[in-house]
């Protein structure tokens, strides 16, 4: 009885530590956890050899045997996509009309780096790349999406005299009407102590009238009869 009690617990106890340890892998790292690391859109000039990033992040580290990894073509997000790389145990170009043999891996496995370069590049290059990876045992397959423009000319640099002009002249107004204000101001308030001045004036003629009537009455009054 005591033997089956104890191999009990040893069963229990190591399928305990089972559990523990898959629960550690799992938090350690998740289902989701691989990410694909692509920019989403490169501008390529037309004729130039142009390189299309792309890397992934995963817990698990690369098994040659199991890794997986596609890259593909679309025009549009509605257009079918073409397959041009592939690899299945070793790097495979894939024959396509539209890039020939432009299309080279420029990548490195051991760090997780899944970059093409795309020689001589050409108008009808425009269009959407996709990047799939699948690294077991992650269970997820992980896709990055790159929208990739091409140009027949490079953007004109941006000319800052224009910007400095504009600056200047909306800088130059503002002056003007803040001095504008500042004369209109200083007129105003001039013209209210002229105002101020004037009343006071007038105010104290008034006074000196009503003070020299005053003094004529007294002495008027003041007068006796005999006098007059």
């Known amino acids: 009885m005591s033997i089956l009690l104890h191999s009990g617990k040893t069963q229990w106890a190591s399928a305990l530590k089972l559990s523990c340890v898959a629960l550690v892998i799992f938090l350690a790292c998740p289902v989701t ?27 698990y580290k690369l098994d040659p045997s199991k890794f997986a990894m596609n890259w ?16 299945k145990n070793r790097i ?14 420029s990548g490195n496995l051991e760090k997780n780096d899944l970059s093409i370069t795309i020689s001589d590049v050409q108008l009808t290059d425009d269009g959407i790349y996709n990047c799939y990876v699948r690294n077991p045992p992650d269970r997820i397959q992980g896709h990055g999406t790159i929208q990739f423009n091409v140009l027949t000319e490079l953007p004109p640099p941006r000319d800052s005299t224009i910007a400095v002009a504009i600056g200047a002249s909306v800088g130059g107004i503002l002056a003007l009407l803040i001095l504008s204000m500042v004369v209109v101001k200083c007129i105003r308030r001039h013209k209210n102590q002229e105002l101020i ?29 005999e006098d007059m």
């Open 197 to 225: 001045s004037d009343e006071q004036k007038m105010e104290e003629e008034g006074k000196v009238d009503g003070e020299g009537g005053t003094e004529e009455a007294t002495k008027n009054l003041c007068l006796l009869p």
């Open 72 to 87: 593909t073509y679309q025009e549009t997000l509605n257009s079918t996509e073409e397959m041009f790389m592939t690899y």
């Open 33 to 59: 956890s691989m990410d694909v690391l692509v920019p989403q859109q490169i501008n390529a000039l037309n004729g130039t050899n142009v390189r299309i990033p792309c890397a992934f992040t995963s817990c």
């Open 92 to 105: 495979t170009p894939l024959k396509s009309t539209r890039f020939g043999d432009r299309v080279v891996f």
